[in-house]
């Protein structure tokens, strides 16, 4: 499975790194054949002024069917890693249990199919 990883305004050491790849190559172990790529964009919000502010976000780009977005945002970037993977993880499990696709039953209200 691809990973990219982005990060803006943080520094990328070699520990985070390892640490995103392996946990997210660890949350979607299950569903290989189902996933294209990850693209993973970890930020800084506030800078160095500290507080709840590493956000981790997430795009599982999916095989035939739409992405899976998810965003975390924690005081510290491992913990947002490590939930935004369980999300992702959960998310796509009930999306591959959806019948895909989904049919769509838009019908006008009141409508009725006419006779010929």
Same mark, same amino acid.
């Given at each position: 499975? %691809?990973?990219?990883?982005? $990060? #803006?305004n943080a520094?990328?050491?070699?520990?985070?790194? *390892?640490?995103? +790849?392996?946990?997210?190559?660890?949350?979607?172990?299950?569903?290989?054949?189902?996933?294209r790529?990850?693209?993973?964009?970890?930020?800084?919000?506030?800078?160095?002024?500290?507080?709840?502010?590493? %956000?981790?976000?997430?795009? $599982? #780009?999916?095989?035939?069917?739409?992405?899976?977005?998810? *965003?975390?945002? +924690?005081?510290?970037?491992?913990?947002?890693?490590?939930?935004?993977?369980?999300?992702?993880?959960?998310?796509?499990?009930?999306?591959?249990?959806?019948?895909?696709?989904?049919?769509?039953?838009?019908?006008?209200?009141?409508?009725?199919?006419?006779?010929?």
């Amino acid at each position: 499975m %691809r990973i990219a990883i982005q $990060v #803006r305004n943080a520094d990328l050491t070699e520990e985070l790194r *390892e640490h995103v +790849e392996y946990r997210l190559a660890f949350a979607l172990s299950q569903f290989p054949e189902h996933i294209r790529g990850v693209a993973v964009v970890l930020s800084d919000i506030n800078g160095p002024k500290g507080g709840i502010d590493k %956000r981790c976000s997430l795009r $599982v #780009r999916l095989n035939g069917r739409s992405d899976i977005v998810i *965003e975390e945002t +924690e005081a510290d970037f491992h913990v947002a890693v490590n939930r935004a993977a369980d999300r992702a993880k959960r998310t796509l499990g009930r999306r591959l249990r959806r019948p895909y696709p989904l049919r769509s039953c838009h019908h006008a209200r009141g409508s009725t199919p006419q006779a010929l």
